[in-house]
């Protein structure tokens, strides 16, 4: 049974359309009965501060300090490691947590790469290509392969990340999920004893990759979610097993 959760945004509790219905009662229920947790996204397409006041839009009681993105945690790994110069193919409304770094195309010391969704074209490719070439770090704030946008799956960042990885010869820096620094980060944010005991979160989420097996990998439950981008097909294929899969965040209160 687990004792505190950590969920997935996008496609979980909500896509383009609007929140996933039930998604607002299922995380009242766990409120109601003491039952903690954090938000977790790779979305880049937005601050954490943008994407709480989304999530308070939508009526989920969202504090920033509560919600984990990929953005966030890159800046703390660029910060860790002594970074300044990024080239950051990230949109713009994502900037803002990046606001501590010199962003620039001259001389940067690492390519972060987001989600630029419609704006990935031939010469960003090709002039990330030449940083990378020119010495530049290589670092992603995720890897996922593809999300739900306006009822179609639609490339994310993973194949350009794969992309330069194959041109170059250099392997990215995972921030996001699926790494385990970044599930960490979340345990952290619950408290440390979740930290010690990870098999006592469950992680919901709609992907299998970035967040049933990067979960599991981090030891903590899983639980999958028929909504967003889950594919039946894709999940048979994928053979990795969650400890759980529901119809939709709806049901998750009943697992505790």
Request: proline letters at 5%.
């Amino acid at each position: 049974m687990p004792a505190a959760f950590l969920f997935d945004l996008d496609g979980t509790l909500y896509t383009d359309a609007g929140p996933i219905p039930g998604a607002f009662d299922a995380l009242a229920d766990l409120r109601r009965r003491g039952i903690p947790h954090v938000f977790v996204t790779n979305t880049t397409s937005r601050s954490r501060r943008l994407i709480a006041e989304r999530l308070r839009g939508y009526g989920f009681d969202a504090d920033p300090s509560r919600i984990i993105t990929a953005t966030v945690a890159g800046a703390e790994l660029l910060k860790a490691r002594g970074i300044r110069r990024v080239a950051a193919l990230v949109a713009e409304p994502a900037l803002e947590d990046l606001a501590d770094f010199t962003i620039t195309d001259e001389r940067p010391e690492v390519v972060l790469i987001g989600d630029l969704a419609e704006r990935w074209d031939f010469e960003r490719l090709n002039k990330a290509f030449h940083q990378l070439m020119d010495g530049a770090e290589l670092v992603a704030l995720s890897r996922d392969r593809y999300w739900l946008h306006a009822g179609a799956l639609t490339l994310d960042a993973g194949p350009f990340v794969a992309a330069l990885e194959y041109a170059t010869g250099k392997t990215a820096t995972v921030c996001g999920k699926p790494s385990a620094g970044f599930f960490k980060a979340a345990l952290e944010v619950l408290g440390p004893e979740y930290v010690r005991q990870p098999r006592e979160v469950m992680m919901v989420g709609d992907d299998i990759w970035g967040d049933i097996e990067g979960g599991q990998r981090a030891g903590l439950r899983t639980c999958l979610v028929r909504t967003g981008k889950f594919r039946e097909d894709v999940f048979a294929r994928a053979r990795i097993t969650p400890d759980h899969i529901v119809s939709s965040v709806d049901d998750v209160p009943s697992l505790v």
